[in-house]
């Protein structure tokens, strides 16, 4: 805006402030004094071009499909094709996951994503003490080859992508994957497809580990080769802001801690002699789509723009691929409530709306019994068709980037990308989130802005519906999934049918090769594969980590 | 001083599951309440747990799980107390817990149950209310 437009704009503001404005407060005050999102960012009464009247076109919006992609990574976004409605699945016994995976399929969801069990996230085989009471109940139990053999029975993986969330110990499930493909002739660059491998998330916010940050490092930095030797349509990471944010983070703690860990993993994979405009291309993104509507919104669009300017201006990448943050969303599964559940139906649709007015290339839009268990067929149905119905009948997906240009949210976005930065500067000065992430950086802020937002409910700051106003105390029970605790046993006889029938010579021959390799610091990935194509379990080879690296403990900081 | 401030809580994650958020925020409003919090930090068996109530010498513990094992786990650390003769511990829980497994859980020994939503002060109130210091006659 030119200076006497601006300035004309600012007279006519105190103007309506001095008349319209106070005659209306002075009849009705506002609802409250102080307005601000879900993570106490304020919000203005009103936003006018003034409150972006630095904003440059080219320099910070641009056009969709150019730097700094702001408005989107692809020219005509929805228009072209729609995101991936990729409904996260897996519980129980490998069979019972893989019906669900067909079921998904003939319902049109167009990819896999496959949940893991507690104990396969921790790198524990299913018949292991700890496992107990644990195995197939927040996802499904892999512990051998053979598991994953039944998960994918009849899945052509030459043309369904899959996303696995799975990050310790992700180098043996991917190994499984690939030896799955191996084992049915598909070549490896037809694999498409995710794992999570995120094990700075891990340490800051979901807390599966299973070896100490640096040493976990090291393993993603040989799936990072490996995947670009091998395994050229693969996304050996996906960069999770997620679980960061179901931690308790903040919208900026997500953005900042999420693309400080992503130049974590830039970083680690140029250290290993990789060429940031090859491997950058593979890196994706994952993040959680929260209720707070417009703060989501500014939230991907900083998102895209930041990520834009730390591959071209800090690691200096050619390749526009490498300056694309393209992103996975699920819906905030902390944003559900016990209480009232079909309300749940509500909260998701707005936040997937939020996502695709956000830009996400892929979307999980969650079930409204998830805060219980994992769905049941009728609440995942509902669930995709949520994003069916934003998809074809709603409009939103018809032209680009629909909101950019906004007072509001430019305004905000604006907001969030300068405290996303203030954070990335403070974990560059304590030397890298590795670091931070052992001094518990990350981890104390997120806990600072859980209890934050716990006290501003307690107060009545925040409104939950159900919960903290317009409470029903009327039990309306809604169907939930149960796990037969029988899922346990058949598992364990499995897998201990698949350690009486394997070659327990080459199994040993297999486990010892890896080990002298991550002694020697060689890349882990081709002995792991080998160990997996022997029938070594999950646990085995996990074991043969914690023996040479060490087991990580937390400390525990409340 | 008042009395409450000797009240020593362990406050404990059974299980693998890493979701620390609830578990907390508990512990510091308990803390800010004025009570002695003894955090476990996580993915703690039953035995680590009792050990360390005993070593502690705590009047209370307080489990949060969402992880669907409650019903293997709760059981457990409640014989293991009964076993070292600390049964008199008084045992709570949060979490995501199914309205039709909280019944069971009472018979088996755990004193509340706090499902997701409760406000914090509600904890807070209880404990006052229902945790004594051990060895002092109630």
Known sequence: MDPEALARLEAERRRWEATTLREALAARPERRERFSTISDVEVGRLYTPADVADLDYLRDLGFPGEY????????????????????????????????????LLRLGQTGLSVAFD??????????????????????VAVSSLADMEVLFEGIPLDEITTSMTINAPANVLLAMYVAVADRRGIPR?????????????????????????????????????????????????????????????????????TLADGIAYVQAGIDAGLDVDAFAPRLSFFFDCHIDFFEEIAK????????????????GARNPRAWWLRFHTQTAGVSLTAQQPLNNIVRVALQALAAVLGGTQSLHTNSMDETYALPTEEAVTVALRTQQIIAYETGVADTVDPLGGAYYVEALT????????????????????????????????????????????????????GVNAFVDETPRPIPILRIDPEVERRQVERLRRVRAERDPARVAEALHRLREAARRGDNTMYPILDAVKAYATVGEICDVFRAVYGEYREPAII | MPAES????????????????????????????????????????????????????????????????????????????????????????????????????????????FTPGTPLGTIVEWVRRHVKPRGVAA
Do not use: C
């Not at chain 1, 991907?300 to 690691?315: D, L, N, P, S, V």
């Not at chain 1, 992430?437 to 937002?453: D, K, L, S, T």
């Not at chain 2, 050990?51 to 992880?67: F, K, R, T, Y």
């Open chain 1, 300 to 315: 991907f669009r900083a998102a895209r723009r930041m990520w834009a300017r730390i591959m071209r201006e800090r690691f």
């Open chain 2, 6 to 113: 000797k009240i020593r809580i362990l406050v404990a994650k059974p299980g693998l599951d890493g979701h620390d958020r609830g578990v907390k925020v508990v512990a510091r409003a308990l803390r800010d309440a004025g009570f002695e919090v003894i955090y476990t930090g996580l993915h703690q068996t039953p035995e680590m747990i009792v050990n360390a109530a005993i070593q502690e010498d705590v009047d209370a513990i307080g489990l949060s799980i969402l992880s669907g094992a409650h019903n293997t786990l709760f059981p457990r650390i409640l014989e293991l107390l009964r076993a070292r003769g600390a049964d008199d511990i008084v045992v709570f829980a949060g979490g995501i817990i199914p309205e039709e497994d909280i019944p069971a859980l009472k018979a088996a020994g755990i004193a509340e149950i």
């Open chain 1, 414 to 465: 604006r907001e969030l990308e300068r405290q996303a930065w203030a954070y990335i500067e403070r974990i560059d000065a304590l030397g890298g989130m590795v670091a931070a992430v052992e001094a518990g950086y990350p981890q104390r802020e997120i806990a600072e802005a859980a209890y934050r937002y716990q006290q501003q409910l307690e107060r009545g700051e925040k409104i939950i519906v």
């Open chain 1, 189 to 257: 660059e037809r694999l498409g497809g995710t794992t999570q491998t995120d094990i700075l998330k891990e340490f800051i916010a979901q807390k599966e580990w299973i070896v100490p940050p640096r040493a976990s490092m090291k393993l993603v930095q040989d799936m990072l080769v490996f995947g670009a030797r091998e395994l050229p349509r693969w996304n050996v990471i996906s960069i999770s802001g997620y679980h960061i944010r179901e931690a308790g983070a903040t919208a900026a703690q997500e953005l900042a801690f």
């Open chain 1, 68 to 103: 700094p992609f702001t408005r989107g990574i692809h020219p005509t976004m929805y228009r072209g094709r729609l995101w991936t409605m990729r409904q996260f699945a897996g519980f129980g016994t490998p069979e019972e996951s893989n019906r669900r995976f067909h079921y």
């Open chain 1, 118 to 139: 507690m104990p396969t996230l921790m790198g524990y085989d299913a018949d292991h003490p700890r496992a107990q009471g644990e195995v197939g109940r927040e996802g």
